[in-house]
């Protein structure tokens, strides 16, 4: 879920004068503005301002007027001169500090809004508006404390409510950002923001049905909220609730094919097999949210020698499949060559991981509090010469950071599997399983083809020893055991149809899936009966904290069974990994390729099917035919030593060859091209 809530009620004018000049043309110009007329009032302001230049309230009026038509310059001057005429003029500052923040001269909007506040402390609207502020430059806490001061001063006020709960889903408060929301709510229900970030807290707070009713509620308010429906059939898919797909998946493809903000780019890759579609989700959301910034001024070419100097920017330092996939990698980059920075901009971490990760790279920094710009001009400064985004369009993105180039190189790489489909992001690291003629049809990034598979891998991964029973795993003592521990999201109902067929054709099989949520759960169960498959057959696997334990009971397991158009990418490594074999059907976008890719790697293309009747013979094949199976047990336990797909030496050489060849064409002023990396010795 990719869905970054902001202040969406900003930046407002206080046109409140301490006192109003008299006369037929003032009254005049002051009923032009309140109509919308705003070029004729400042036309009679200025008319007045021939006879009175040194009113400061004209100035005020008529910069309100120009800030009203986005003139920001023009009105940023006006109210300065209405400040130097009356430096007491607590409005002039607080819209002076209005236009500050649109400009995103972030420290001198604060400032403002400071003055304004020693002026007149009684004015919530400018706490509210400096709130606005901080929350943009990362300094959640003191934001908070700004729209609390607001709330103080107007109990009524819902948009500051609504942006407090904002806030709080940032600090990961969630109570807290529920009840501000409901307080919003109470006040106004008319609010669709209100119910929207509520959906979002009741969701990091697990109550998916209750994020479901008030995404309806949104529904209700506006049906053409941004990414609203996409949100909501997201949260949908996360419980396996199906209701309605159908209906949703046209409004979905109508929507984006008119350009429209209808779904998140990440939730679209899980909701349709079309990477024609994921192409123009991501692209809307691009530039909706995250456009070309050219403030900063375009960036040189790379004309320091020596090092190459790649950042690698992430939400995901910690414990998450990202970083635990990419570990080894970090840490096997040749330090003769390459110097590595880390940009981690994530939730706080205090885990094994994340002690891992500060030693693997040459500079880690903390940059959750720092702003979009700051941390792209940090870049800049420190002179990286590539800039790799790990997080794409995935939750706690800060693709800003690219938007204003943080580098004179940048680079898509494993946490976002499809295009970003905007013209800052350089390249995407892939490879000829994932990204197919077709797909890279639809990609505006040149393509990296890695010889092998694109995902890095641990080799260092530890799976415990201990033999679980079936009894201890909650499994049946007989029978063939199938088993998919990808995120419910990721099951469709064609998915569940054709599991359902092939327990169908084999008895005594089990499938066993990872315990998500309750509501999964049962939505399951009750889909496994509609089929006419003893809901029983389903047995779910609780999350545990050791990953070597949960790494060693995939030995009970016969055959991992994949899913589309979302494959597994973390789970089918880790299958890979202990020796279980992952049988998928390769979807038309990337990532329903990945695991294609990885058994690619490890040289089993036997089980990537080529539709999905194939795919459901072979599992049942598998499932009862004990020497085939075991032939490609075998197989893949010798493989696993031999192959490429966990030789992270070699992997970290093929990438590092990618980096030379990118900075290289950088450095001699060449535009991007296709890299395709040979195989090396």
Known sequence: MVLKLRSLFKAKANDEPASTPVGETFARAQSLQKSGDFEAAIRLYDELLGDKGSDAEIHYKRANAFNSLGRWETALAGYDRAIALDPTFAHAFCNRGAVLERLERWSDALSSYDRAIALNPGDGLTYYNRGSVLKAQQRLDEALGSYDQAIARRPDYVEAYINRGHVLQG????????????????????????????????????????????????????????????????????????????????????????????????????????????????????????????????????????????????????????????????????????????????????????????????????????????????????????????????????????????????????????????????????????????????CTEKIVYLPDSFLPNDSTRVVADTVYSREQLGLPKSGFVFCCFNNAYKITPAVFDGWMRILSRTTGSVLWLAQNNPESMHNLRMEAARRGVDARRLVFADRWPSAAEHLARHRAAGLFLDTTPYNAHATASDALWTGLPVLTCPGEGFAGRVAASLLRAIDLPELVAATTAEYEDLAVNLATDADLLEGVRQKLARNRVSAPLFDTARFTRNLESAYTRMHARNRAALPPDHVFIEPSA
């Open 171 to 442: 600090l990961r408060r969630h109570k807290d950002a529920v009840a501000s929301y409901d307080k919003a709510i109470d006040l106004s229900a008319r609010y669709v923001e209100a119910f929207q970030g509520r959906g979002l807290s009741l969701l990091d707070l697990g109550r998916h049905e209750a994020a479901i009713a008030s995404y309806n509620q949104a529904l209700v308010l506006d049906a053409d909220q941004k990414y609203l429906l996409g949100v909501r059939r997201h949260a949908q898919m996360k419980i396996c609730d199906w209701s309605g797909l159908d209906a949703d998946m046209e409004r979905l493809a109508e929507g984006v094919r008119a350009l429209k903000p209808v779904c998140t780019p990440f939730a679209m890759l899980s909701l349709v097999d079309s990477p024609e579609l994921h192409s123009l989700t991501a692209r809307i959301w691009a530039q909706q949210e995250c456009p070309p910034d050219e403030v900063l001024g375009t960036i040189p070419a790379s004309s320091r020698g020596g090092k190459i100097r790649i950042g690698y920017f992430s939400a995901d330092f910690r414990t998450h499949p990202v970083s635990l996939l990419a570990a080894e990698l970090f840490e096997s980059h040749d330090r003769s060559q390459f110097e590595t920075i880390a940009f981690a901009f994530g939730r706080e971490a205090d885990d094994f991981t994340r002690g891992r990760l500060q030693k693997a790279f040459d500079r880690f920094v903390d940059v959750r509090d720092r702003s979009d710009r700051e941390v792209a001009v940090l870049a800049r400064e420190i002179g990286v010469d590539i800039a790799v985004d790990l997080s794409g369009f995935t939750e706690g993105n800060r693709t800003g950071i690219f938007a204003l180039r943080a580098a004179p190189v940048q680079v898509s790489f494993l946490g976002y599997p499809g295009t970003m489909a905007t013209a800052y992001m350089d390249y995407l690291i892939g490879d000829r399983a994932v990204i197919s003629p077709e797909v890279q049809r639809y």
